[in-house]
Nanobody, 120 residues
Framework: QVQLVESGGGLVQPGGSLRLSCAAS????????MAWYRQAPGKQRELVAR???????SYGNSVKGRFTISREAAKNTTYLQMDSLKPEDTAVYYC??????????????WGQGIQVTVSS
């Protein structure tokens, strides 16, 4: 009933930038929060950034000062601007949303993930 579609990943050199986008669609009543997670090979999935409908934002310690999350509520879309990228940022990045469907059922939705590779 809900789809999250990520875009904007790819290969970038160390020190470079990328901007990820995630668009939510389907029978959505309201989105309470949207977030980005990432998972590197052999590691657990970790929170990168989260933005709530009230506007409060949180970041994982490893990305503070380099990544910026934003949201375009009218389009049910969130963005992750990634600057000063490092090889250790290489991972599959997942979009996640906490939302209520039109049926008022709560759902925690996930995107399929998008690869970000930082390498020279």
């Amino acid at each position: 009933q809900v789809q999250l579609v990520e875009s904007g990943g790819g290969l970038v050199q160390p020190g470079g930038s990328l901007r990820l986008s995630c668009a939510a669609s389907g029978s959505i009543f309201v989105i309470n929060a949207m977030a980005w997670y990432r998972q590197a090979p052999g590691k657990q999935r970790e929170l990168v950034a989260r933005i709530r409908s009230a506007g409060d934002i949180s970041y994982g310690n490893s990305v503070k000062g380099r990544f910026t999350i934003s949201r375009e509520a009218a389009k049910n879309t969130t963005y992750l601007q990634m600057d000063s990228l490092k090889p250790e940022d290489t991972a599959v990045y997942y979009c996640q949303a906490d939302l209520y469907l039109e049926s008022l059922k709560y759902e925690g939705a996930w995107g399929q993930g998008i690869q970000v590779t930082v390498s020279s």
